[in-house]
């Protein structure tokens, strides 16, 4: 994503963002474009069809309120016909992102993924949590992966930061040193 997407996603999220504080929906309106951003990024036949010259702007429209008018707020399927008018459905995913990244802000909490070798038992998973609650002074809300091939330790990244206390990383320091 380069930064001028970057940029529109963050804008389209912000008002999305703004829309939904009117009534406090914030959750609901990440959930449905979350949702919406998800099935655009993994089904190309979403994507094919949302972005097909042969398809009409108002099929296109048409084909979102069928979805979303029933589920979503009146303010929520408006904003999607803005995106289709300006064309900006690609952008989708990133506004989901943007639009997450701003909710988690505004309820002063962080993702974080963590990465280790092994599955962690609740014990293991409830201090890794307890600890990076303790370093960024927010809720942490993790998602773990297991990765065998980083032999041990862990490997966390929040936001830009990462965070990577691996065996394997810790070797391959230790070999360019040694052939320095």
Not at 10 to 23: H, K, M, S, T, V
Not at 44 to 66: G, H, T, Y
Not at 76 to 103: K, T
Request: glycine residues 6%; proline residues 3%.
């Amino acid at each position: 994503m380069t930064t001028r997407d970057t940029a529109v996603s963050r804008n389209y999220a912000g008002a999305l963002f703004e829309i939904a504080a009117r009534d406090g929906s914030e959750s609901l309106y990440g959930e449905l474009i979350e949702s919406l951003g998800t099935v655009y990024a993994e089904s190309e036949a979403f994507r094919r069809f949302l972005s097909a010259p042969s398809v009409s702007e108002e099929e296109k429209k048409d084909a979102l309120k069928a979805v979303f008018s029933a589920q979503a707020p009146e303010l929520f399927v408006r904003f999607l016909m803005v995106m289709l008018d300006r064309r900006r459905q690609g952008s989708l995913p990133g506004i989901a992102g943007a639009f997450r990244a701003e909710l988690d802000r505004q309820s002063n909490q962080v993702r974080a993924d963590v990465t280790l070798p092994f599955a962690a038992d609740d014990q293991v998973r409830d201090q890794i949590v307890g600890a990076l609650e303790a370093r960024f002074e927010k809720k942490v809300i993790p998602e773990f992966r297991v990765d065998p091939k980083i032999l041990g330790g862990m490997i966390i990244r929040v936001g830009d930061e990462l965070m990577d206390a691996s065996v394997r990383r810790q070797l391959e320091r230790m070999k360019r040193e040694l052939v320095q």
